[in-house]
């Protein structure tokens, strides 16, 4: 079965850096590895809806990554394919960044569990 | 993209019928003809979960209560019969327009 899992969250000072991973299993069942698709992080602000972060391509098309503009300079998407894990390096956080922390594939087919990042002084 | 939804709330009675309406500000419709409509449901405390993609194609393990329906920019949600685990909140998504985008959500809770 296909899991991911979404670690790293916390509670941080705004100006602070957090690296949140996600960690992938069970992708191979379907004949496509962690390295075929493109991975997406999403968040969720309290009480809010879901807003998407970025996305890291596969190595297939460029492993090149795409930001929305609210974390564009301060957020880097990156993937270890090797170890089946995806990165989200937080920079610069602000209080507007709590949310709670989303990955998911490129088919939206599997979510993580989340994970919390609050920033607060 | 745009994505709204209607309504925001929606008071259902179990057993009854129940109807998402989801309005996109450009056709969904792909280059390559498909049609990247999808909806979720998320539970308090919980991950989004997907039900439907491509309009109306439900997903391995959902009740065949759960129908999507559309085309275009206009597109629905059905739940034939709502039961007492279908509260929580339905998200419509596209994924034709870069970038994948949710629309606002519709909460689903019980009279």
């Known amino acids: 079965e296909v899991q991911l899992v979404e670690s790293g969250g916390g509670l941080v000072k705004p100006g602070w850096s957090l690296r949140l991973s996600c960690t992938a299993s069970g992708f191979t069942t379907s004949g496509l590895t962690f390295g075929d698709y493109a991975m997406s992080w999403y968040r969720q602000a309290p009480g809010k809806g879901l807003e998407w972060v970025g996305f890291?391509?596969?190595?297939?098309?460029?492993?090149?990554?795409e930001y929305a503009a609210s974390v564009k300079g301060r957020f880097t998407i990156s993937r270890d394919d090797s170890k089946s894990i995806a990165y989200l390096q937080m920079n610069s956080l602000e209080t507007e960044d709590t949310a709670v922390y989303y990955c998911t594939r490129a088919t939206f087919d599997r979510w993580g569990q989340g994970t919390l990042v609050t920033v607060s002084s | 993209v745009v994505m709204t939804q209607s309504p925001l709330s929606l008071p259902v009675t179990l057993g009854q019928p129940a109807s998402i309406s989801c309005r996109s500000s450009?056709?969904?419709?792909?280059?390559?003809?498909?049609?990247?409509l999808n909806w979720f449901h998320q539970r308090p405390g919980q991950s989004p979960r997907r039900l439907i993609y491509?309009?109306?194609n439900r997903d391995s393990g959902v009740p065949d209560r759960f129908s999507g329906s559309g085309s275009g920019t206009d597109f629905t949600l059905r739940i034939s019969r709502v039961e007492a685990e279908d509260v929580g909140v339905y998200y419509c998504m596209q994924g034709t327009h870069w970038p994948p985008g949710f629309g606002p959500g519709t909460k689903v809770e019980i009279k």
């Open positions: 890291v391509r596969s190595k297939a098309y460029g492993g090149t990554t």
């Open positions: 450009q056709s969904l419709v792909h280059t390559d003809g498909d049609t990247y």
């Open positions: 491509k309009v109306s």
